[in-house]
């Protein structure tokens, strides 16, 4: 049991970070195609930046970014939650009679909504500028 604790506290903060880092990774490159042209995806040549596609860029791109480094964690999952549950709904939900998202291509929309609602809830974990600002406390749960 004791062992079990030990892995836990050891290694529950760093796996929580690297899914954090590997989502955001996965994450920016659907803002930087848009906004950046990198890489490139001819569906987004002549993208109005003041539009809903450009606005999910700027989002993408930037709230990424912010995940990727771990920097105002909480707020920016959550914002990205409803952002990418909004996006399943207009982009995806609507282009078929059934809600499943492997009917409607809405899997990966679906999957970022959850793991951003998780990081809502459990935080940046190690290796973020979060946890540089805020150093832990002993005893005191965060």
Same mark, same amino acid.
Not at 116 to 119: A, M, P, S
């Given at each position: 049991m004791a062992i079990d604790r030990l892995f836990q506290e050891t290694?529950?903060?760093k796996a929580l970070a690297v899914l954090r880092i590997v989502t955001a990774f996965l994450f920016i490159p659907h803002g930087s195609a848009k906004l950046l042209g990198i890489p490139h995806l001819p569906m987004f040549d002549g993208l109005q930046l003041f539009s809903l596609v450009g606005l999910s860029g700027v989002l993408e791109l930037f709230g990424g970014a912010l995940l990727l480094i771990g920097l105002f964690i909480r707020p920016v999952a959550f914002f990205l939650c409803g952002f990418m549950a909004v996006a399943y709904f207009m982009a995806h939900a609507s282009q078929g009679h059934v809600l499943l998202p492997i009917f409607n291509g809405g899997e990966l929309a679906v999957v970022y909504c959850f793991v /951003?609602?998780? /990081?809502v809830f459990a935080g940046a974990g190690a290796w973020s500028v979060d946890s540089m600002l805020r150093p832990s406390v002993p005893g005191h749960a965060r």
């Open positions: 290694w529950q903060k /951003f609602l998780y /990081f």
